[in-house]
Nanobody, 116 residues
Framework: QVQLVESGGGLVQPGGSLRLSCAVS????????MGWYRQAPGKQREFVAT???????NYAGSVRGRFTISRDNAKNTVYLQMNSLKPEDTAVYYC??????????WGQGTQVTVSS
């Protein structure tokens, strides 16, 4: 059974930083892409960032230049470094893993709150 365990969320002041982690365990086989999505209260879940390889990344326009996605293939872990956080970044953040077979797996979500 595949499990995704997220960590690193919390409360931070505007301008602060947080680093999210998502560790994948279980028989997933190969991993194609690893990514992050977020869902703010009353809004639909939206794309944040994805990484296919060390040099192939994609970001939502609202976070480009402030967030950095990375992955550790040996640990099957994806990270999201979030800098210069804004109140509008407040949301539940979910990691998503796309296996080589095309199956999608989601984490349970971690709350990020940006407030003074």
């Amino acid at each position: 059974q595949v499990q995704l365990v997220e960590s690193g969320g919390g409360l931070v002041q505007p301008g602060g930083s947080l680093r999210l982690s998502c560790a994948v365990s279980g028989s997933i086989g190969s991993i194609n892409a690893m990514g992050w999505y977020r869902q703010a209260p009353g809004k639909q879940r939206e794309f944040v960032a994805t990484i296919f390889s060390a040099t192939a990344t994609n970001y939502a326009g609202s976070v480009r230049g402030r967030f950095t996605i990375s992955r550790d293939n040996a640990k099957n872990t994806v990270y999201l470094q979030m800098n210069s956080l804004k109140p509008e970044d407040t949301a539940v953040y979910y990691c998503q893993i796309l296996s080589g077979r095309g199956d999608a797996y989601w984490g349970q979500g971690t709350q990020v709150t940006v407030s003074s």
